[in-house]
């Protein structure tokens, strides 16, 4: 019998360690999380199914004579989760998908990952009309980088629908008109689709119904919330055959992206600036409450240009932004998977290079949760988590005389300005702003 030494007895146990780590499901938080980050009452079930949108317009696909594009029915691949009553032994799904390579040449194949989750494939769904929130991934991303965020709103009530968008290549960039045009009208049809299809089994509430992007999938949400797109922006040349035009004008095209039962909107990283997606006042056609979430570092879509003027110009709605101070664009993914860390371009695809992800993910959840709770289901005792708060979380205060365990958490009164639902020491390196919406005209 070998005999294992000190030092390699310790390895072992670190190895396992990291292993438990690794496996554990993302949308649950760990210990330093905020209040509202935590799971909610329900056990999560998950199901798959697809959608036919019939007879669309493929941007990727021209007449080279005539410049007319080619039409043909659009498969999409819906994810959903919703809360479940699961039965004994019921085994978690553990979500497996690949995302591009590094476009460099030659392009680095696609790396397979892996994600473990907590809910049950088929498992019973619980009774009654759930919130319905429709979630939009990033160009080149994959819904199983967002099971953080769908499996944690399912615990709590929510049924959450992610797409799986079908983009092209990421860094192919003649392919971008794809993403560009077809955002929106998924995210239209997706939501229309299940409205009406599990409004009609009695599992959702058609009338309140959240949608929920990141990156590429934040300027989806936020045409199909209302923002109008700028007919003379720089981006309508990139999508062929005037094929986005109709969705910036009034008629039949834009109704059809357009989210009707809108209760609330976040946007995570949000794109659109680059391509000038809203002239100065698109934004303004947004009246739903708007909840955005932007590193000031972001050098992918832009703070400044992007979710800070976004926040300005959206003058219609209730809104928000949460800022990471020195934060960049990768707020939306999951934390990396084992498999992702063995090139930067794969590990970038989740990771901060500041923040710590699982601190990213479970702020996240916290925010997002309070602002879901308070204007979808319309739970007033959600307001004090993300109303009234100190501007810059680091200047929030906690008087010593009023200390308590180390590990307690704000309540937000009795002189302690530290953000509500986060502990001690723990609400660093954060903005929120908040703005009412413009009063209207009488």
């Known amino acids: 019998m070998k005999r294992i030494t000190l030092p390699v007895l310790l390895l072992l146990l670190s190895a396992t360690r990291m292993a438990a780590i690794a496996a554990e499901p993302p949308s649950r938080p760990g210990v330093d999380a905020p209040e509202l980050a935590r799971l909610g009452e329900f056990a999560v079930g998950v199901r798959t199914l697809t959608l036919v949108h019939r007879d669309q317009p493929d941007p990727l696909a021209l007449d080279p004579q005539t410049g007319a594009p080619s039409h043909h029915d659009r498969s999409l691949t819906v994810d959903i989760w919703y809360p479940a009553t699961l039965r004994p032994g019921a085994i978690a799904e553990s979500y ?8 460099a040449e030659p392009r680095n194949p696609p790396t397979a990952f892996s994600v473990a989750g907590l809910a049950v494939r088929g498992a019973t769904p ?45 860094g192919d960039f003649s392919k971008f008109a794809g993403p560009m045009l077809r955002r929106p009208i998924d995210i239209g049809f997706v939501a229309r689709s299940l409205q009406d299809m599990l409004g009609a089994e009695g599992v959702v509430d058609p009338e309140r119904t959240a949608l929920v992007g990141y990156s590429m999938g934040g300027y989806g949400v936020l045409a199909s919330a209302g923002a109008v797109l700028d007919p003379s922006g720089s981006g309508m040349k990139f999508v062929p055959g005037g094929l986005l035009l109709p969705l910036a004008g009034g008629g039949a095209a834009r109704d059809a992206i357009l989210v009707h039962g809108l209760k609330a909107v976040v946007a995570i990283s949000p794109a659109g600036a680059s391509w000038g997606a809203w002239g100065s006042d698109g934004l303004r056609g947004i009246t739903a409450p708007l909840f955005l979430i932007s590193g000031d570092s972001d050098r992918t879509v832009d703070y400044a240009t992007g979710a800070r003027a976004y926040f300005d110009a959206a003058t219609n709605a209730p809104r928000y932004l949460l800022t990471y101070k ?40 916290h925010m997002i949760t309070a602002f879901l709770d308070f204007y979808v289901r319309g739970d007033p005792s959600r307001s004090a988590y993300i109303d009234g708060l100190v501007p810059d979380s680091s200047a929030g205060l906690w008087p010593a005389d009023r200390a308590g365990r180390y590990d307690a958490v704000s309540p937000g009164t009795d002189g302690i300005t530290v953000w509500k639902g986060f502990q001690r020491r723990h609400a660093e390196g954060l903005e929120l702003r908040h703005a009412l919406a413009a009063p209207r005209p009488q």
């Open 96 to 103: 497996a998908a690949e995302l591009d390579g590094e476009p």
């Open 126 to 170: 619980v009774a009654g009309r759930h919130p319905l929130v429709v979630v939009s991934h990033g160009y080149g991303n994959v819904t199983a980088g967002l099971s953080w965020l769908t499996e944690n709103l399912a615990s709590k009530g929510y049924v959450v629908a992610a797409i799986r968008h079908l983009d092209p290549p990421y």
């Open 326 to 365: 020195n934060g960049g664009h990768n707020l939306g993914l999951a934390p990396v998977p084992d498999t992702m860390r063995g090139r930067l371009w794969d590990q970038d695809w989740f990771e901060d290079a500041v923040w710590r992800k699982d601190r990213i993910v479970a702020i996240n959840l």
